[in-house]
């Protein structure tokens, strides 16, 4: 059975840093492309940062050049690296995985709460 494990999520002051990881476990064959997602009440879940197998990374435009997405493939763990973070930034943070197991398929944490304070 495929997990996907979040932790590093918190209260922060508006200017600080947190790491999020994502650790997957189970008998997976590949990591085709792993993305962190955020939710803020009332809003809809929007996709923030996205790494593919080959490396190629992608971000909104919102968190352009304060958030790093990276991957550790012999731990099959994505990290997401946070920095000068915005009380806007307080959502829950969700890490999905585009993995190939007996089929190819979409896989979801359970979140990880990130809240800034001003």
């Known amino acids: 059975q495929v997990q996907l494990v979040e932790s590093g999520g918190g209260l922060v002051q508006a200017g600080g840093s947190l790491r999020l990881s994502c650790a997957v476990s189970?008998?997976?064959?590949?990591?085709?492309?792993m993305h962190w997602y955020r939710q803020a009440p009332g809003k809809q879940r929007e996709l923030v940062a996205t790494i593919t197998s080959g490396g190629s990374t992608n971000y909104v435009d919102s968190v352009k050049g304060r958030f790093t997405i990276s991957i550790d493939n012999a731990k099959n763990t994505v990290y997401l690296q946070m920095n000068s973070l915005k009380p806007e930034d307080t959502a829950v943070y969700y890490c999905?995985?585009?993995?190939?197991?007996?089929?190819?398929?979409?896989?979801w944490g359970q979140g990880t709460q990130v809240t800034v304070s001003s």
């Open positions: 999905n995985g585009d993995l190939s197991v007996t089929y190819r398929g979409s896989y």
């Open positions: 189970g008998s997976i064959f590949s990591i085709n492309a």
